[in-house]
Nanobody, 125 residues
Framework: QVQLVESGGGLVQAGGSLRLSCAASGRTFSRAAMGWFRQVPGLEREFVAAISWVAGNTYYADSVKGRFTISKDYPTDTVSLQMNSLKPEDTAVYYC??????????????????WGQGTQVTVSS
């Protein structure tokens, strides 16, 4: 069984920073990419950022481009999301995810295969 465990969420003031981490564990699994999504109650889960697992290419939603940075670490099988210049509209539950097939046309959350339990990020104004 594959497990993705997020950590690092919390409460921060607007303009501040947080770093989310996601550790993969359990059985070895192949993945084309890992990424982060976020969800606000009543809305669909939306794509935030992704990183291709072999090449390390990065992809971002327009709303976070220039403020968020996704990175990966092979030895620890971890993916991280550095979030700077946070805004109140970044408030959401953030989910780590992995997918066996990835392209820039596959940002929809239903196309991703593995999910973490989510971590709350709250940005106060």
């Amino acid at each position: 069984q594959v497990q993705l465990v997020e950590s690092g969420g919390g409460l921060v003031q607007a303009g501040g920073s947080l770093r989310l981490s996601c550790a993969a564990s359990g059985r070895t699994f192949s993945r084309a990419a890992m990424g982060w999504f976020r969800q606000v109650p009543g809305l669909e889960r939306e794509f935030v950022a992704a990183i291709s697992w072999v090449a390390g290419n990065t992809y971002y939603a327009d709303s976070v481009k220039g403020r968020f940075t996704i990175s990966k670490d092979y030895p620890t099988d971890t993916v991280s999301l550095q979030m700077n210049s946070l805004k109140p509209e970044d408030t959401a539950v953030y989910y780590c995810a992995a997918t066996k097939v990835f392209s820039t046309s596959r940002y929809g959350s239903k196309l991703w295969d593995y999910w973490g339990q989510g971590t709350q990020v709250t940005v106060s104004s």
